[in-house]
């Protein structure tokens, strides 16, 4: 028997086998994960790319049940880690970035429409039945920020550019002004 991560079963025959599913996989296991991080470190010079990035771990953990008495509606709740190499966006300098998602979701297709109870997100499936390891995957996307960057910006100081950080201001309207004030 194969890894369970990978394998594709409805979720009613997750949940009916009570499966839990431990997660040790590397990022370079989950391929859309990989292409929006490798998207992400392309921005930095080729020197600055962290080497083994490929590498970090991903982990945690699955718990397929029932979210009601009668086992007519299958869940999946769990958590899943990982810390990563990211670009700062107000820097622009690599950094170690961690995402932790907590999951407690009804898996359903667009037919059964199942609503969400007060603890359970619905999840829609394009067809009946679910791979574990598409489920961590879109997690993880849905986790990573839009604008990734330091915790603090004095993080971010550690990177100021030599000469002591000062900046030259360019106004490109600046000769204009002076002439509507010599004008007036």
Do not use: Y
Not at 20 to 25: K, P, Q, S
Not at 38 to 59: C, F, H, M, Q, Y
Not at 60 to 84: C, E, I, K, M, Y
């Amino acid at each position: 028997m194969g890894n369970p991560l990978h394998e594709r079963r409805t979720a009613a025959e997750w949940a009916a086998a009570s499966q839990v599913i431990d997660i040790e996989d590397k990022i370079d296991d989950f391929e859309q994960f990989s292409a929006i991080i490798e998207t992400d470190l392309a921005a930095l010079d080729a020197g600055k790319i962290p080497a083994n990035w490929r590498e970090s771990v991903i982990s945690g953990r699955l718990a397929f049940g029932f979210a009601d008495a009668q086992q007519r509606l299958p869940s999946l709740v769990g958590n899943v880690t990982v810390t990563l190499d990211a670009v700062c966006q107000r820097c622009l300098e690599p950094f170690k970035l961690t995402l932790v998602s907590e999951l407690r979701l009804l898996p359903t297709t667009a037919e059964q429409g199942v609503s969400a109870g007060a603890d359970f997100e619905p999840w829609e499936l394009d067809d009946d039945r679910i791979c574990p390891a598409d489920v961590v995957e879109e997690v993880l996307i849905m986790a990573m920020p839009l604008s990734a960057m330091h915790d603090t910006a004095e993080a971010c100081r550690e990177f100021e550019p030599a000469g002591g950080g000062v900046e030259r201001t360019v106004r490109p309207f600046a000769a204009l002004k002076d002439r509507m004030d010599q004008d007036t």
